[in-house]
């Protein structure tokens, strides 16, 4: 099962691919006040799905197998031996978890701008699907059972409070923390899902660079040409 897309905020303009700003992507994002945050990591989305073997005596190990975002989707070798090398079976039995699938980002040297993060190729998890999807509280304790990092968490934020820290360019809060963060992951808390077949979670992203350069000169000369605040547009956003 490939992760749902998550929609950006605000719809795109099909010819131009720049926000059009106060028509979000999602009416859904008008019913809800509190998100959750994390950082949004750099790197390849991965998957790894993994299914309990039995055996006389019980389950005996796991079978896992590692694709990419797609099925054409290769992951590189060493990413896979990280992987591989974590022994994941041994957290997955404690926690009672017989089969689903770990999503998360391959970050690191060599993929997309990871070397602003470790100096090595691993895998990073931000989401997991067994019979249903994981809360965040869940993650974390997935992470710390199968020893491998998740996604930093912000904390909760409204939407407006999202546009201020992503227009501020905040730092990251992996490693050292010396790198401008590439953008945030928002869910809605409690998580709800999308009135879908696949019960989507409700979610959304915003980067950095979306108000960099001409967007964000773009961006400021739409406030100014309309002579209202951020405060303004935000709240068009929020009650359009």
Request: with cysteine; aromatic share 12%; net charge neutral.
């Amino acid at each position: 099962m490939e992760y749902p897309k998550i929609n950006s905020l605000w719809k795109r303009d099909p010819a131009t691919h720049k926000f059009l700003f106060g028509e979000l992507s999602c009416k859904e994002f008008l019913f809800h006040l509190d998100w959750d945050v994390e950082e949004k990591i750099d790197g390849m989305n991965i998957r790894i799905y993994f299914q309990a073997v039995d055996g006389e005596e019980g389950t005996q190990g796991y079978k896992f197998d590692i694709k990419g975002r797609t099925a054409a989707a290769n992951s590189p070798k060493k990413l896979e031996d990280w992987i591989y090398g974590k022994g994941l079976e041994k957290g997955l039995s404690e926690l009672g978890l017989r089969n689903g699938v770990l999503y998360g980002e391959g970050f690191g040297p060599g993929i997309q701008s990871g070397g602003i993060y470790r100096s090595d190729m691993a895998f990073i998890l931000f989401d997991c699907y067994t019979n249903r999807w994981s809360t965040r509280e869940e993650i974390t304790q997935i992470a710390t059972a199968l020893n491998i990092d998740r996604t930093p968490q912000l904390g909760k934020y409204s939407i407006k409070e999202i546009i201020s820290k992503v227009l501020s360019r905040p730092k990251g809060h992996y490693g050292k923390c010396d790198y401008t963060m590439e953008g945030i992951v928002a869910r809605s808390r409690p998580l709800v899902r999308f009135n879908n077949p696949n019960a989507d979670p409700l979610m959304f992203k915003l980067k950095v660079k979306d108000f960099e350069g001409e967007t964000a000169k773009n961006y400021f000369q739409l406030l100014k040409s309309h002579n209202v605040s951020l405060d303004e547009v935000i709240y068009l956003s929020e009650n359009q």
